[in-house]
């Protein structure tokens, strides 16, 4: 009875020893492939994974020496090698094995299961690459394979302790190896992105090259046909007025004229469009700078000077029912070619005036942030898509949508036009070292370029207020300058 006692006394101890030992071993494998996450997590190279992976499995079994090989299957070649603790006789040997003659063995040899130290007559039944393996002292092989075309294994020497390796050990360094191959194959497609990313960039330089070389020469050919029907039209006109009875009613001038303007303007704006792209390509420095546009900075005093540019816009779009407000700091200085600054800051109020609803109101700051000055300019008008933010400097572009772009007189609302202003003011920002950037919120009541604004605050038929307003959309344009530290502000 006493031996029963004791016996079931002992048994539950022994059960709960064993199971302390698995929950110990899951521990450590769990450990393990922690700690090789976070090694080869964000590493971005084949051979620097292989490199880390490798050690990380060495050091996880103790093990003597071992190596990783991963070999392209088209071409035939090895794609990257590791290894540690193999002699160079040995080496040589592996990479003799390794010659095209064998390559068909080696392509078997890694779709085979793992296979430990004990398993010695069937690895040389596989022929000399085991054999190859057993003179290295490697006593477990795990096929490594990442895809179709880039495979290979890993091979593990002799564990420094003396003990062999299990099926446990076997689970863990497979786990381990799919682990590596993953990482492996997310920096083989992130290096794959970069590559077709860097060639979509290269073609669409080239086609930028070829549209601006188009329409430089369409530009450079309309002036001509454009000059010899202007001359004609006059001739004409001349001798139409000329008869008792002419034919042709002066109505029908006007309109031809008319037209054939707009014509001219837009082969003006384009020509301008086209060399403000080829100045930003050139990017010359100021000393750089052709006598054409010479640069000739002033210190101005910053408040004073836009608040007299905001009053010639108003007066120039006295026809709007707009608020202008100005704030910020009145000591501040810049040093800059007026005419610059003028020109640059012109464009952005044009800009603002003509995406600011009637009743609206356009907001000036001037403020100084460490050492540097900010103007921003300030609408509260619809605002523009995430879409077209990314192409308002480009030239030649409307935020409405094209079916919809209507041609307008300057400062009228939505009278857009074809991007010169901003895209000069991003030449001048380049040029003259001053920064240009923007931020816009659309209204959430126009989220596409579908959507109209109806012009007029109290028109629109979401029934909103001024206040409703300015809280729903606008755009805000930024113009920093870096202070130089002898300047007195």
């Known amino acids: 009875m006493e031996d029963e006692a004791l016996k079931n006394v002992r048994d539950p101890s022994k059960?709960?020893?064993?199971?302390?030992q698995e929950l110990e071993k899951r521990i450590f494998h769990l450990k393990a492939l922690y700690d090789l996450s976070l090694e080869i997590g964000f590493l971005r190279g084949t051979q620097e994974i292989t490199k880390n992976l490798l050690l990380m499995m060495i050091g996880t079994f103790g093990a003597s020496c071992g190596f990783i090989l991963l070999f392209d299957v088209g071409p035939g070649k090895i794609e990257a090698f590791s290894q540690r603790g193999i002699?160079?006789?040995?080496?040589d040997m592996l990479f003799q094995t390794i010659d095209p003659g064998y390559f068909r063995e080696l392509n078997e040899a890694t779709r085979i299961q793992v296979v430990d130290e004990r398993d010695e007559v069937h690895n040389k039944e596989k022929g000399p690459f085991f054999d190859l393996l057993s003179s290295l002292n490697i006593k477990i092989w795990i096929p490594f394979d990442i895809d179709a075309n880039l495979r290979g294994g890993i091979g593990l020497g002799e564990k420094l302790s003396g003990d062999s390796y299990n099926r446990d050990d076997q689970e863990l360094l497979s786990t381990m190896s799919h682990q590596?191959?993953?990482?492996i194959e997310n920096?083989?497609?992130?290096?794959?992105?970069?590559e077709a990313l860097e060639q979509s960039k290269k073609e669409l330089e080239k086609l930028n090259r070829?549209?601006?070389?188009?329409?430089?020469?369409?530009?450079h050919e309309l002036r001509t046909p454009l000059a010899v029907i202007q001359g004609n039209i006059r001739i004409l006109k001349r001798k139409t007025q000329a008869q008792a009875h002419p034919?042709?009613?002066?109505?029908?001038?006007?309109?031809?004229?008319?037209?054939?303007?707009?014509?001219?303007?837009?082969q003006q704006e384009t020509d301008q469009i086209i060399r403000s792209h080829q100045e930003l390509e050139m990017k010359p420095r100021l000393a750089e700078l052709d006598q054409a546009h010479p640069f000739a900075p002033e210190t101005i005093p910053l408040y004073f000077f836009t608040e007299r540019v905001v009053e010639d816009v108003k007066k120039k779009a006295s026809h709007r029912d707009i608020q202008f407000q100005m704030d910020g700091e009145k000591d501040l200085n810049l040093a800059i070619d007026p005419k610059i600054l003028e020109q640059s800051l012109v464009g952005l109020l044009k800009n603002a005036v003509e995406n600011t609803p009637?009743?609206?109101i356009i907001r000036v700051i001037l403020e100084r942030k460490n050492q540097w000055i900010q103007l921003k300019v300030m609408d509260f008008g619809s605002g523009i898509t995430k879409e077209n933010q990314r192409h308002l400097f480009n030239g030649?572009?409307?935020t409405l949508d094209t079916e919809l772009y209507t041609s307008k007189k300057p400062y009228d609302f939505g009278a857009g036009g074809k991007g010169l202003d901003l895209l000069r003011l991003k030449a001048y920002g380049q040029r003259f070292g001053f920064d240009v950037s923007v931020g816009s919120q659309r209204c959430i009541y126009l989220p596409t370029d579908h959507d109209l604004c109806p012009g007029k605050i109290s028109e629109c038929p979401h029934g909103r207020v001024r206040e409703d307003c300015l809280n729903s959309g606008g755009s805000t344009f930024c113009l920093t300058f870096s202070i130089p530290e002898k300047m007195d502000i």
Do not use: C, M
Not at 15 to 20: D, F
């Open 396 to 398: 030649l572009f409307h």
């Open 87 to 91: 002699i160079k006789n040995s080496l």
């Open 180 to 183: 590596g191959a993953v990482a």
């Open 15 to 20: 059960e709960e020893k064993e199971s302390q």
């Open 358 to 360: 009637e009743e609206g």
């Open 247 to 266: 034919i042709v009613k002066e109505e029908v001038f006007k309109s031809l004229e008319k037209n054939l303007n707009r014509l001219s303007d837009i």
């Open 210 to 219: 070829a549209k601006s070389k188009a329409l430089d020469h369409l530009s």
């Open 187 to 194: 920096t083989r497609l992130d290096q794959a992105r970069i």
